[in-house]
């Protein structure tokens, strides 16, 4: 499944120089490995999108551990090969 997601172009920045390599997100669309993000990036203090735009790939969940409520999920990501 492909998922569009805002992403504020400090967490954008670091996930295009490959330094971020997760996403920390409400699980409300019930994301699975192999899923793949279109992170389009958002300027709050405009409220708009800048065009800019990453895609990677889901490879790994955490969910349901000690520190991270229920509804929230870390998807370890991945650039595109």
């Keep these: 499944m492909t998922h569009q997601l805002k992403i504020h172009p400090q967490y954008f920045r670091d996930v295009t120089l490959g330094l971020k390599k997760f996403e920390v ?9 192999r899923d793949i993000l ?14 800019n735009v990453a895609v990677r790939k ?3 969940i955490l969910q349901n551990v000690d520190g991270l ?13």
Excluded: C, H, M, W
């Design 25 to 33: 997100r409400k699980n409300d669309r019930n994301y699975q490995e």
């Design 38 to 51: 279109i992170l389009n990036e958002f300027e709050p203090s405009t409220g708009k999108y800048t065009g």
């Design 58 to 60: 889901v490879d790994y």
């Design 69 to 81: 409520t229920p509804d929230y999920a870390v998807l370890q990501i991945s650039k595109l090969i």
